[in-house]
């Protein structure tokens, strides 16, 4: 995963042979929760998120999310329509996800998790169905 410039995000091998299931199902059904007897979707990410305030005033975080996607170079990609993360009308969700992929990046150089007071640093992972955040 480092090799493909992914070095937050772990790499997790086992045998599953006794489950009669390919490496990729397995990692597959790990990630998305499709795995033999049902469950949720397990997180491979670990360690801190920088996510939104949901009760922060929508302006702000409008402004934030624009400064994450614009200026902070985040990959917004996944919050536009379409994407895995893509939420009509629920701009704290959206800030949420770049608020962190821009953390997730540039915390090392010094970032903080603020956005003008609209985001704070959590340990709960924030993803949830296909929705996948980066943790450090």
Request: some cysteine.
């Amino acid at each position: 995963m480092r090799a493909l410039g992914f070095s937050s995000i772990p790499l997790i091998t086992a045998e599953s042979a006794e489950l009669g299931l390919t490496g990729a199902l397995v990692y597959h059904s790990y990630l998305y929760g499709r795995r033999p007897g049902g469950g949720g979707r397990r997180s491979l990410a670990t360690g801190t998120f920088c996510v939104a305030l949901q009760n922060a005033d929508p302006t702000a975080l409008q402004a934030g999310l624009s400064w994450a996607c614009g200026q902070g170079q985040a990959d917004c990609s996944a919050v536009q329509p379409g994407g895995a993360c893509y939420k009509q009308n629920n701009v704290a969700a959206l800030a949420s996800y770049a608020y962190n992929d821009y953390y997730q990046k540039s915390a090392s150089t010094g970032a903080t998790c603020s956005f003008n007071g609209t985001a704070t640093t959590t340990a709960t992972d924030p993803s949830s169905g296909s929705c996948v955040f980066a943790g450090r």
